[in-house]
């Protein structure tokens, strides 16, 4: 019996994510492995950390990125901040907000949930009601970007008003990082995470995070060992830490972050607000084309993402043909919805290098000639 | 303010991980991203499954690959199985020994630990005393290769001890899979773990986990949830699950695992007992080589690994020095002393595709020419 080697089609990944590629980012993915304690290997990794600050515009000296996707990403901030007995306040207006609740419970900690309709953001009056309503809360825990439903919360209002009531702030950027506004520090988010694989561009497997002094001092003051000894930021930071300090935790990703690398540089050269920027560009190329074809959006336009497009499926197609066919025919992705919008909806993601001009052109005419 | 693209110089890879890559495996690497919910993509994740079944020779219908380095499979086998005040053997031989302790606490359990000298195989008649002396002890826990002082244990006397005394097994075989003989099912290991970084020779950041028919059953009566999300074996096997059965979990490293497909092509395509008699050529052209050099093995011959040749450094030369001159005048890397064996001990791997005889008359070479 032969095995046979896996030779993947180049499609156009225009979905919740993973999000196209760059050639140099794959490029970068497979030059040659060096060890993971070279010194060479740690002086890269101290770029990473850099860049990486650099892209969620802080100065938190916990910046990394943890060695696995983005819902270990999230993980990583739960299991740090939380405590069993803690108090948490969850927003929930998609799938991502669900799974916050879902490590909150398995931290021990307790959860006052508050909802807002699917495709919708957040509503900061409703968390400070959730606020007066139960001062020992510790943490405000939102989602910035919904993958799920395309929907952009103000994670700006909501930080200012969590600080108002004592409480720190753990926010999921899988979606936003590199495509829409985001300031940790001038917002004042105290815990982050986000994943590679959608406005970075790079390949999927890695999550940076930051965390702010003031979470940092949290995850000092423990009086319990973090649950997880693999995501445990304490044990982390000194495998992050420069020549001469680090300390052996586990072996890094080395050619995965490689691509984060170049996927940073790539970011940071082309500037973080003009990347922003040809984000809206390309949504509003998208938008008016869509519009053209009758397809409606599914978020109001105040609180749309950019890089995620929630839409009705048109009454007169079948979801899975339709998919079928893009993927087949045209070798074009596009996601499903999810939850609650399963069978309802289509998400087009324009994110990092996908959100390019003749990557909508191509959808558009496809679909113009599929519907 | 401009940023780089790394460029690593091609290693040597002779320490204890990751170990040298071929080709095929870098070049699979960087193909094209997939969507992750892609048919084509399912249908490579179930070849992954089978061939992970084959290398580690069972039919575990649990067998697939965590999206994460080693140390997040070992995590994944104890917050699977383990419950808050269960009672745990573990079996403490070198750092990675130490490192199962800290799971079994992070879980709420309580461990019995037996402990070995470092550099020698875990004592099964010391085991045998403390299951005798323990008769509430639900699983037994040992490290198969032990990377921290090159010690082999033998697993099959061990998992057929611990079934005497109604004990599930957990196995280490981070560095054991495909570099010597390794028989999950003929030896009854109830949940093993490896990594992609050693004897698979494939790029770091996966953990191919296998767990027995009658772990799944443990897993299946649990009373309480598992507290990692991420790491949640009866979620993750949904996602793992066969085209038209498979629900979002989290996003796949895609590229990734193109990566560990090839590297498992190689594996099987040669023969896994043909790849364990390699490894052990490759050893003894190694041992013969250093003898010559007056370097002295730590473990026994009778308990050594081939594919992870711990040696105590000569009296006449420095450590730092003499590891520095290889990777920096040769391009060689080889793995410093771990923990007790920090500052004495050099371990030289052997692994995968790095157990080459031009690797070792390199490595030889160039250790005459330095000390």
Redesign the interface.
């Known amino acids: 019996?032969?095995?046979?080697?896996?030779?993947?089609?180049?499609?156009t990944?225009l979905?919740p994510?993973?999000s196209d590629?760059s050639p140099?980012v794959?490029?970068?993915?497979?030059?040659?492995?060096?060890?993971?304690?070279?010194?060479?290997?740690i002086g890269?990794m101290d770029?990473v950390k850099t860049?990486l600050q650099k892209a969620f515009l802080t100065s938190n000296e916990m910046t990394l990125a943890v060695?696995?996707?983005?819902?270990?990403g999230?993980?990583t901030c739960f299991?740090n901040l939380l405590e069993p007995g803690d108090k948490v306040i969850v927003c929930r207006n998609g799938v991502f907000g669900g799974?916050m609740l879902?490590?909150v419970?398995?931290?021990g900690a307790t959860a006052v949930v508050v909802d807002a309709p699917w495709g919708r953001a957040v509503s900061i009056d409703k968390v400070e009601e959730a606020l007066k309503a139960n001062p020992d809360v510790k943490f405000v825990a939102a989602v910035h970007a919904e993958t799920s439903t395309g929907a952009c919360s103000d994670i700006k209002s909501l930080c200012s008003l969590a600080k108002q009531y004592g409480c720190l702030t753990i926010v999921d950027a899988v979606t936003s990082l590199g495509g829409i506004e985001l300031r940790v520090d001038d917002w004042g988010i105290d815990a982050i995470y986000s994943?590679s694989?959608k406005c970075l561009s790079c390949?999927?497997?890695l999550s940076p995070v930051s965390f702010s002094p003031a979470a940092v001092e949290v995850i000092k003051q423990r009086k319990t060992?973090?649950?997880?000894?693999?995501l445990d930021q304490s044990l982390v930071m000194d495998y992050w830490a420069g020549e001469g300090k680090r300390s052996?935790?586990?072996?890094?990703?080395?050619?995965?972050l490689?691509a984060l690398?170049?996927s940073?540089?790539q970011l940071?050269?082309e500037g973080l607000e003009q990347s922003w920027h040809r984000h809206l560009l390309m949504h509003n190329l998208l938008k008016q084309g869509l519009t053209d074809l009758g397809i409606e959006f599914i978020v109001p336009e105040d609180e749309r993402l950019p890089q995620l497009n929630a839409v009705y499926i048109p009454s007169t197609a079948s979801d899975a043909e339709i998919r079928t066919a893009l993927?087949n025919d045209y070798n074009i992705?596009i996601g499903?919805g999810?939850g609650e919008l399963a069978g309802k909806a289509w998400r087009i993601g324009l994110m990092g290098y996908g959100a390019r001009r003749e990557n909508i052109t191509l959808l558009l005419g496809a679909l113009r000639a599929l519907l």
Not at 2 to 11: A, C, E, G, I, W
Not at 225 to 230: G, H, I
């Open positions: 019996m032969t095995f046979n080697s896996f030779t993947p089609p180049k499609r990944l979905g994510g993973p590629i140099n794959l490029s970068a993915l497979s030059r040659p492995t060096i060890g993971h304690l070279d010194p060479l290997f890269m770029e860049m060695s696995a996707p983005g819902s270990a999230m993980e299991v799974r879902e490590n419970e398995r931290c994943g694989q390949v999927p497997g060992k973090v649950q997880s000894w693999f052996y935790h586990h072996t890094a990703p080395v050619n995965g490689y690398h170049e940073l540089c940071l050269n993927l992705e499903a999810l």
